[in-house]
């Protein structure tokens, strides 16, 4: 796959738009993680149920050539957009997508009134972390044990301009 190839972000639906994303983040978490084999799809099904259940919740799903290679799931909160998921498939890894469904997730905090983004990263995922700090994010000082890991993540957050001049409404 080269960074050449025409790359789509948009939304997904129905149960179709869930397997395609929980077989991405089972095969990237087993790379990220140096598993020998990925976790079955029904079984990354419920996390991402989970958050998709949310209140505004959104799925992302990145294709390239109509197969889909990335995805981002996020739900607006009172004064950020959290962002849960960002999730590329490890052959399209360096190609792009995570900048894009990062973009992706500030044209939907922007379109919400939203002037800050956040997430949580396992704190050891230099990979991760290296994509979010290029696109602008900075890690906090907060920590917490991720419930069903156990694994140590950091907040980080992306702060939006405002646009100029400033809309009154």
Same mark, same amino acid.
């Given at each position: 796959?080269?960074?050449?190839?025409?790359?789509? #972000?948009?939304?997904?639906?129905?149960?179709? =738009? &869930?397997?395609?994303?929980?077989?991405?983040? !089972?095969?990237?978490? *087993? @790379?990220?993680?140096?598993?020998?084999?990925?976790?079955?799809?029904?079984?990354?099904?419920?996390?991402?149920?989970?958050?998709?259940?949310?209140?505004?919740?959104?799925?992302?799903?990145?294709?390239?050539?109509?197969?889909?290679?990335?995805?981002?799931?996020?739900?607006?909160?009172?004064?950020?957009?959290?962002?849960?998921?960002?999730? #590329?498939?490890?052959?399209?890894?360096?190609? =792009? &997508?995570?900048?894009?469904?990062?973009?992706? !997730?500030?044209?939907? *905090? @922007?379109?919400?009134?939203?002037?800050?983004?956040?997430?949580?990263?396992?704190?050891?995922?230099?990979?991760?972390?290296?994509?979010?700090?290029?696109?602008?994010?900075?890690?906090?000082?907060?920590?917490?044990?991720?419930?069903?890991?156990?694994?140590?993540?950091?907040?980080?957050?992306?702060?939006?301009?405002?646009?100029?001049?400033?809309?009154?409404?």
């Amino acid at each position: 796959m080269t960074s050449g190839d025409l790359l789509q #972000v948009t939304a997904a639906h129905g149960t179709d =738009g &869930v397997r395609a994303s929980a077989a991405i983040w !089972a095969r990237a978490k *087993a @790379r990220r993680d140096q598993d020998p084999e990925p976790a079955a799809v029904d079984d990354t099904i419920p996390g991402i149920g989970r958050r998709l259940g949310l209140e505004g919740a959104r799925l992302l799903l990145a294709r390239r050539d109509g197969h889909p290679v990335g995805f981002t799931l996020f739900a607006p909160r009172e004064r950020t957009l959290e962002v849960f998921y960002v999730a #590329v498939d490890p052959e399209a890894w360096g190609c =792009g &997508v995570a900048s894009r469904l990062l973009l992706a !997730a500030e044209d939907q *905090a @922007r379109q919400l009134g939203r002037e800050t983004l956040e997430l949580w990263v396992i704190d050891d995922n230099a990979r991760g972390i290296g994509v979010y700090e290029r696109a602008g994010w900075v890690g906090t000082d907060q920590v917490q044990r991720d419930p069903t890991s156990g694994r140590v993540e950091r907040r980080f957050v992306r702060h939006l301009r405002q646009a100029w001049p400033p809309t009154r409404g």
